[in-house]
């Protein structure tokens, strides 16, 4: 078999739904498998590591300083992805249509650009700490697209507006999106995932695949 393109991990599960894990600057395909155990231990998991390196740091794709994204990787490493994601379909046979993606931090970001360049490779999101990564023109549609936007009141990373902009740009796309403020910073908590997992859980239950 020909090389899948990205270090991952996949592991079976026990239905047709498939979670997409995507780190955070610095992390790497392992962090998020306890977060997919909270939020759906039935579904598959598919978790691939970002390519691009930031001294040392993989990434999902390149930025120029904190918070300015160069938007020509950001759309290359978008489709790279995409592509991955239909590809590991076909060789471990899951359903493509039902991928939802779980991203913190970079990976929100790249799990978001996914939604607005190539919204068939996702049927939901889980974006814990997204910005928004860009602004294409024409937006898409994306009617029945669940996206779960989980933010940080303290983050001193991403401002509110930041986060209530990407709200805001999904919606006017068609999404269903659910805003949830948590009382902490950047970081990831436990408050996050117990939303996100209540969030999914009633998506699962009208579409019980
Ligand atoms: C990004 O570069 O995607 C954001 O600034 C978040 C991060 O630091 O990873």
Not at 18 to 30: F, I, K, R, V
Not at 85 to 98: C, E, P, T, Y
Not at 113 to 119: E, H, T, W
Request: negative net charge; contains cysteine.
């Amino acid at each position: 078999m020909t090389d899948p393109g990205f270090v991952h991990r996949w592991q079976p599960g026990r239905s047709h739904r498939t979670l997409l894990l995507l780190h955070g600057t610095g992390g790497d395909e392992n962090d998020l498998l306890p977060v997919a155990e909270l939020l759906d231990p039935l579904a598959n998991v598919l978790s691939p590591r970002g390519k691009v390196l930031e001294n040392g740091a993989p990434r999902f794709f390149r930025r120029l300083a904190a918070g300015v994204f160069d938007l020509d990787d950001l759309r290359f490493r978008t489709a790279e992805l995409a592509d991955f994601v239909a590809d590991m379909s076909v060789r471990n046979n899951f359903d493509a249509g039902l991928v939802t993606a779980v991203g913190f931090s970079n990976g929100a970001n790249i799990a978001a650009a996914m939604l607005l360049l190539r919204p068939e490779s996702l049927s939901s999101a889980i974006l814990f700490r997204a910005m928004v990564p860009l602004e294409p023109e024409p937006l898409p549609d994306l009617p029945g697209k669940g996206v779960f936007l989980s933010a940080g009141r303290t983050d001193t990373m991403i401002p509110a507006a930041q986060t209530e902009r990407l709200a805001s740009l999904l919606r006017d796309c068609g999404a269903d999106v659910v805003l949830h403020w948590s009382p902490g910073g950047h970081s990831l908590a436990l408050p996050d995932i117990t939303a996100a997992r209540e969030w999914l859980r009633r998506r699962v239950r009208t579409d019980p695949a």
